[in-house]
C-alpha cells in the first residue's frame, strides 16, 4: 500500500510557486511511482501481488484552493489505472481507494476551521466525516481474495460523497 499525501500549499492558483507544486508532486506523485517501481520487480519475480495507492475523493473531483493537491491526486489515479493495464497479465492487481473527508489532521490543517470543517462534513451524503478505520476496511476489502477480479479500480470510501 501506498499513502503518501501532504496537502501542500492550500490557496489560490496565483499563490502557487514553482517550489509548492514540486513539493506536493515529489510527495504524493513520485513517492507513488518509486513504490510501486520497486514493489513491482518483486512482485513479477514472485509472479503475483497487489498494490493499493491511496488517492482522494479530489483524484477525480476538482476543489476550489487546492490546485496543485487536486491535481497531484489525479495523477495518482490515472497512474494506478494505467499500471493496472500493463500488469493485467501478470497476476499483480493495481487498484486506489479514494477517501472522501475524513476526520484527520491534514483535513484539519486544510479546513483551518472548525466551521469550515462542518461545513465539509455537511456535503457528505451520509451526514457526517468518514473515520480512518472505515478509510483502512475499504483497503482491506480491495487487498483482499474477495476482490480477486478487480485491477484498475478505484474505490471510493467517502460516505457517498463522490455520487453527488
Given at each position: ?20 507544486f ?24 514472485q509472479?503475483?501481488?497487489n ?8 483524484g ?8 496543485i ?11 494506478t ?14 487498484n ?6 475524513t ?5 484539519t ?15 457528505v451524503p ?5 473515520l ?15 476482490a ?17
Amino acid at each position: 500500500m501506498n499513502n503518501a499525501a501532504t496537502e501542500g500549499a492550500v490557496g489560490p492558483i496565483t499563490d502557487q510557486t514553482a517550489e509548492s507544486f514540486a513539493a506536493t508532486f515529489e510527495t504524493n506523485v513520485l513517492g507513488v511511482v518509486l513504490s510501486m517501481k520497486h514493489e513491482v520487480r518483486a512482485m513479477q519475480a514472485q509472479g503475483s501481488g497487489n498494490i493499493i495507492n491511496i488517492s482522494s475523493t479530489y483524484g477525480h473531483e476538482g476543489a476550489a484552493f487546492a490546485s496543485i493537491y487536486v491535481g497531484a491526486k489525479h495523477a495518482v489515479e490515472g497512474i494506478t489505472k494505467s499500471v493496472a493495464l500493463e500488469l493485467a497479465k501478470s497476476g499483480i492487481r493495481v487498484n486506489a481507494v479514494a477517501p472522501g473527508p475524513t476526520d484527520t489532521g491534514m483535513l484539519t490543517r486544510f479546513t483551518g476551521t472548525a466551521e469550515n470543517k462542518a461545513a465539509l462534513a455537511s456535503q457528505v451524503p451520509l451526514g457526517r466525516l468518514g473515520l480512518s478505520k472505515e478509510v483502512a476496511d475499504g483497503i482491506v476489502l480491495i487487498a483482499s481474495d474477495e476482490a480477486r477480479f478487480i485491477t484498475g479500480h478505484v474505490l471510493n470510501v467517502d460516505g457517498g460523497h463522490s455520487a453527488n
